[in-house]
């Protein structure tokens, strides 16, 4: 039986997400005023909104030009088999690489696939060889490098 896991939402509570996904340091009585809601109404529901796990947590976003790391790799990895101790060995030693962004368990061709962020193409030769390469259970990386990114949004569109 599948359960649908979304949140119900009404418009003050997509209003109050959208507002936080643009500016998560607004403060309480700035949003209330952007929903049109009371200051206590708003506040008590972006606690309900946290609590339901909606809101996961609240992040600065850092440039990544001048964070030192503007290059965007996409890597795709083919595991030697697709045994569940496989998996789980890959994905935990994979979380504890600091340059992968994103893991993504794959249907399809591939396995798995990362974005990873690095200084530039020495930098990615010793992730490479030093790292991914050397990940349980690779039979397989192939790597793409991002020419320029077009579009990336933070916002999730909230219905």
Known sequence: METDIRMKLDRYDRAIVRALQLDGRITNSQLAESVS????????????????GFIEGYSALINQQKAGCPVN????????????????????????????MECYLMSG????????????MADFERL???????LPNVARVQSSFALRTVQKSRELPVR
């Open 128 to 134: 490479h060889s030093q790292h991914l390469t050397r």
């Open 73 to 100: 790799v996409f890597v795709t990895i083919t595991l030697e088999r697709q045994e569940q101790a496989h998996l789980h060995a890959f994905e935990l030693a994979a979380r504890q690489v600091p340059e992968v």
């Open 109 to 120: 061709e591939y396995d798995y696939l990362l974005r990873v962020v690095l200084a530039d």
């Open 37 to 52: 809601l009371s200051e206590s109404a708003c506040l008590r529901r972006v606690r309900a909104l946290e609590e339901a």
